[in-house]
């Protein structure tokens, strides 16, 4: 049972989330977490990936960090779907318009490739299939 209501909105990067977060953090009045940001200051990463430039999340840490907050809120990053949410929302988008938006981000060709991939196969939504209050938007 859940004491503290949270709201994980999870997807490729680039699809939305933290534009959707903070319109839905504003609407209902409750906080807003950034999974990116909490991970740099709070170091909650198990070591960094220089090929993808990117830090590897700690699962056990991110986990053990959201399950000492005593509020409402929503969670926002590609991986808030690991942790555990009342509700969560998985939020897609088309293949080609994602590319260009990732390209504006000058992420690597790499990146954009497994990014653009993940999305393509829906690997998000597949890691989250059997639980339940999850809603997938495009």
């Known amino acids: 049972m859940f004491l503290v209501k949270i709201i994980s909105i999870t997807g490729t990067p680039g699809t939305g989330k933290t534009y959707l977060a903070k319109k839905l953090s504003k609407k ?21 990936d220089k090929k993808m430039k990117s830090s590897i ?4 840490k991110l986990k053990k960090y959201i399950s000492k907050i005593k509020k409402d809120f929503i969670l926002d990053g590609h991986l ?30 790499e990146k954009i490739r497994q990014n653009v991939e993940s999305e393509i196969i829906g690997l998000i939504s597949y890691e989250v299939r059997k639980r339940k209050n999850v809603y997938e938007i495009d």
């Open 28 to 48: 209902l009045g409750i906080k807003h977490i950034e999974i990116g940001k909490i991970v740099k200051k709070e170091k909650l990463y198990s070591s960094y």
């Open 57 to 60: 999340v700690s699962e056990s």
């Open 80 to 109: 808030s779907h690991l942790v555990r949410s009342t509700i969560v929302i998985v939020l897609r988008c088309e293949p080609k318009v994602l590319e260009r938006r990732l390209k504006r981000r000058k992420y690597s060709r």
